[in-house]
């Protein structure tokens, strides 16, 4: 199984500003996605996190907002840009290996003022 | 658009009996269907999966089923325990797809003492 870590964990952040958050793999894997929990809600695939090119982002979220990047296989951020209070939410890396399951971090809690 | 629902969003049982979370599907191209577990302030915590060419598959103390005539996915967890408490989601991936997941809207499971 592949560990996954996030940074930071949580942050508390003023309207307008920006902030990125940093997963890290243990393990080499083919697949890193990007998802979004808001308070008591299910999970939403904000993008998948292609390495070495532009993400692909799911219907609703733009690269303008969410700018991703993946250096290599194992390392990929995502920005909040320009954030607003509806930005508070929980943003959770994952990734998968080959066709296996898919891991998760422990998510990064956001809350904007 | 297709989703994956849940058919209760909270479920409360006693300490020692047997839970079943239930899960309703809409896209019969689903292939892979997985059921996660979460915890307070945790990340999705992979439970068990389940392939659309099997109908049962059994794990430490749950056990999934699958009926794909009726789009229905079920989690049944054998003699609940107390850190069995948590939110339940069940998630799909398109056959041909990149391996997105798609989430229910989770049922929050409480076990009584």
């Known amino acids: 199984s592949a560990v996954i870590s996030q940074k930071p964990s949580r942050d508390i952040c003023q309207r307008g500003t920006s902030l990125t958050i940093q997963c890290q793999v243990d393990s080499q894997v083919t697949m890193m996605f990007w998802y979004r929990q808001q308070p008591g809600q299910s999970l939403t695939l904000i993008a998948t996190a292609n390495q070495g090119s532009e993400a692909t982002y799911e219907s609703g979220f733009v690269i303008d907002k969410f700018p991703i990047s993946r250096p290599n296989l194992t390392f990929s951020t995502l920005t909040v840009s320009n954030m607003s209070p509806e930005d508070s939410s929980i943003y959770l890396c994952?990734?998968?290996?080959?066709?296996?399951?898919?891991?998760f971090g422990e998510g990064s809690r956001l809350t904007v003022l | 658009g297709e989703s994956v629902g849940l058919h209760l969003p909270t479920l409360s049982v006693q300490e020692g009996d047997n839970s079943i979370i239930n899960c309703a599907y809409s896209n019969s191209a689903s292939d892979y269907f997985i059921w996660y577990k979460q915890e307070s302030g945790k990340g999705p915590q992979f439970i068990i999966d389940i392939r659309s060419n099997m109908d049962k598959r059994q794990g430490q103390r749950v056990t999934v089923l699958l009926n794909k005539t009726v789009k229905h996915l079920s989690l049944q967890i054998a003699a609940t325990q107390p850190g069995d408490s948590a939110v339940y989601f069940c998630?799909?991936?398109?056959?041909?797809?990149?391996?997105?997941?798609?989430f229910g809207s989770g049922t929050q499971l409480t076990v009584l003492p």
């Open positions: 998630a799909e991936i398109l056959s041909g797809s990149a391996r997105q997941l798609t």
């Open positions: 994952s990734a998968q290996q080959g066709t296996g399951e898919l891991f």
